[in-house]
């Protein structure tokens, strides 16, 4: 009977060394169906016939559980570090999708700003037009010269150079003739306007 055992033993061992530790557990059927068939024709030369064979039990040795804690340790490990760096990459991306969606927000909301801004000097720069013609149709009612409004924009535009000014040194030609050469280019801007519009 130890002879029996031994040989059984044996058979096992030659099978499970064909294979991975980690496919063992799993291959209880074949095991059983390889050592029989084995067994069995050990035994017929003998006279016997093995009808059935059961493995109740597969342990391993203590080095052999420890060797197969650490690989699947190792691999838990392993896929561990891969859901964190795809996590990783995953709040990395969508963080550079946000920001990249909040600086063409801005950008774009900047841009609505300036075309408001423009349309709001445009329409001030209209009003301030409509303001002097009127003006003007008035004074020549009156007959009066309308250079009038344009000494007075002068003058104004004097005023808003000394109240607003930083520092800044502006010179203006004060005498009778330097004002009149002023009211000329002025006028002159005025009717090229004029023209052009």
């Known amino acids: 009977m130890q002879a ?3 040989t059984i033993e044996g058979t096992i061992r030659a099978y499970v060394a064909t294979k991975r530790q980690s496919e063992i557990l799993s291959l209880r059927r074949e095991i059983v169906s390889f050592v029989k068939d084995e067994i069995d024709a050990s035994l017929e030369a003998w006279g016997y016939h093995l009808i059935d064979l059961q493995i109740n039990d597969i342990t391993f040795d203590k080095v052999i559980l420890d060797s197969m804690s650490r690989v699947v340790a190792s691999h838990n490990l392993k ?3 891969e859901n964190e760096g795809q996590a990783l990459l995953i709040t990395k991306t969508k963080g550079a999708e946000a920001e990249g969606n909040a600086i063409k927000i801005s950008a774009e909301a900047e841009r609505e700003a300036a075309r408001l801004r423009g349309q709001g000097v445009a329409l001030f720069r209209q009003e301030v037009a409509k303001g002097m013609t009127e003006a003007a149709e008035q004074l020549k ?3 009066l010269d309308t250079n009038v409004i344009l ?3 002068w003058t104004e535009a004097i005023k808003n150079f000394a109240e607003v000014g930083k520092g ?7 005498s009778s003739n330097g004002m009149q050469k002023t009211m000329r280019e002025i006028i002159g801007l005025m009717k090229a306007e004029q023209m052009n519009g």
Request: charged residues 10%.
């Open 151 to 153: 000494f007075s924009m």
């Open 168 to 174: 800044n040194v502006i010179f203006l030609d004060g």
């Open 4 to 6: 029996l055992v031994r």
């Open 79 to 81: 896929a561990a570090a």
């Open 141 to 143: 009612q009156a007959n």
